[in-house]
């Protein structure tokens, strides 16, 4: 019983060949095509409004060296966002539950926005490894500790990702399989557990939300300490 709580987070096969790049790839399909009119539907209307909320939001903190990162951003942003909602359906499977992919997400954007900083201000760049006014015996202490923190970002950001997925996935199973479970012997405790099962789709769907906006917001904080 244990195991199969956990089978929604295996990489899907067909005729031994993975399924994954599959389920990445097909948000793209929900994306508006380039067309030669300005307005072609509401649809695609309403997506290019939500797109240019999204790049403002993200690029309000950055400075204007940063605004070349928008693209990237926003695409990483509405990626994650769809692919996290996609994933909510029934019978689907969510590439964000998976560690090595978030990390495989996380730590090439956080070298990139550290070999910026390392680029275009060195000194500046290694003078977050030491705050001013530090006492000298504590410099080399406070070295190594900013330095581990420093680089346990990618980690932090795929972790943070994985797990909050993770747990929203295997609570709504738990739900449900209760759910399904109480219902020809406690009808009226199915009922509730019904009514917090739908609660905890609704907060499924803004954790979703959250956690792409937040691994792409920490990624534009990251850029802005680095510009």
């Known amino acids: 019983m244990n195991l199969s709580f956990f089978d929604q987070f295996s990489s899907p096969t067909f005729l031994g ?14 994306l508006p095509s380039p067309g030669n009119r300005w307005i072609t539907s509401r649809l695609s209307t309403l997506q290019l409004w939500f797109i ?7 690029m309000m903190p950055l400075h204007n060296k940063g605004h070349k990162w928008a693209l990237i951003l926003t695409s990483l942003m509405i990626f ?9 359906l029934p019978y689907t499977f969510t590439p964000t539950t998976q560690l090595s992919m978030n990390l495989a997400l996380a730590f090439p954007l956080w070298l990139a926005t550290l070999l910026t900083g390392l680029r275009n201000q060195p000194s500046a760049s290694l003078g977050h490894l030491l705050p001013e006014g530090t006492p000298t015996p504590l410099i080399p202490a406070l070295i190594m500790i900013e330095t581990t923190s420093l680089l346990i970002r990618p980690l932090a950001l795929g972790v943070r990702l ?11 199973q738990l739900t449900s399989t209760a759910t399904m479970a109480l ?23 803004a954790v979703a939300m959250i956690q792409a906006y937040v691994f792409v917001l920490l990624l534009s904080l990251y850029l802005q300490e680095n510009i």
Not at 20 to 26: A, D, P, R, V
Not at 53 to 58: A, G, I
Not at 80 to 88: D, E, H, S
């Open 17 to 30: 060949i993975p399924l994954i790049l599959i389920s990445m790839t097909f948000p793209a399909l929900l």
């Open 80 to 88: 994650l966002l769809l692919i996290n909602l996609l994933g909510l």
């Open 162 to 172: 994985t797990a909050n997925l993770t747990a929203g996935h295997l609570l709504i």
């Open 183 to 205: 219902f020809s012997t406690m009808p009226a405790v199915s009922m509730l557990a019904l009514l917090v099962l739908l609660l905890l789709t609704i907060l499924e769907v």
């Open 52 to 58: 240019n909320l999204v790049t403002k939001q993200l």
